[in-house]
């Protein structure tokens, strides 16, 4: 039970104390969050943001962990994930779904393809939910979110407001966007383009074997560790040029498919990535002069 009587009526709700990060990250690394709370719907996701505000409480969003490291001592306040409730898609005009930020980017594609939407068919090779892949404008293959998404609704943490922002009102970079850290977002509304089953199925299906077959799968990794520079500088280019593949720290590698693809090999400390990042980082500017920038975020400390 909880020492702070105010959050004490919380651990009905689901609140939990000194919870281990380690099962909320694609990596399986992360020591433990001060406060854990999975929030169900809409409404408690505003009265707990209250609660938190109250008792001072840091407050980090998770979503699905595929490209976050959470450090070895863990974090501060609440680590908040959005519960199922924000999972779903539906058709709101031929050509338009809406969908929760908790919802998986393949699942969206799955659905858009089930509804004869093409365009968002590059969403299945993309690890994790849509929410987080706003935020840092996901992509591969040509496209990115930036190129589907019409509209946003969100919840400012600073004020329990619910707001909605256009695309037009969002600056969208390479890997990352202008949206202010005090939004979680809770749904967006995502625009493709009426196709054919069949043909919407291949191009998924072509997309998907290509993944397969440029990146590793079944093992414990973010994803690109790494943003790409240019189209001619990628950071899997610039690793190898740096000689960095077969770099090591404690029980954390490089895969050996692709050397952007940094691996827990089982026993590695979320230290052990942190460094090797670190290594590669080093070792690719004393060789070439460009500075890599993370994908992944780091979270924690």
Known sequence: MTSNQSLNKWIHDGLKEDVSLSNYSWFNLGGKADYFFKAEDKNQLIDFLKEAKKNNLNITIVGAGSNTLFRDNGVRGAVIKLG????????????IINVGSATLDRKIADFAKNNNL???????????????????NSGCYENDISKVLISIRAIDK????????????????????????NLIIISAKLKGKVGKKEDIEKKQKD??????????????????TFKNISKNKKAWMLIKEAGCEKFKEGDAMI???HCNFFVNNGNAKSSDIENLIN????????KTGEKLELEIKIIGE
Do not use: H, W
């Not at 799968?217 to 690109?224: A, D, F, L």
């Open 84 to 95: 199922k409730n924000f999972s779903y898609t539906e058709i709101i005009d031929k050509e």
């Open 118 to 136: 093409a365009n968002l068919e590059f969403l299945s090779c993309i690890p994790g939910s849509i929410g987080g892949g706003i935020i840092m």
């Open 158 to 181: 600073n004020n329990f407001s619910e707001i909605e922002i256009k695309k037009k009102d969002i600056n969208f970079l390479y890997r990352g966007t202008d949206l202010p850290n």
């Open 207 to 224: 997309l998907i074997n290509k993944k397969k077959q440029d990146q590793p799968s079944q093992i414990k990794t973010c994803g690109s």
């Open 255 to 257: 895969s050996e498919k």
């Open 279 to 286: 290594k590669v980082k080093k070792k690719v500017f004393e």
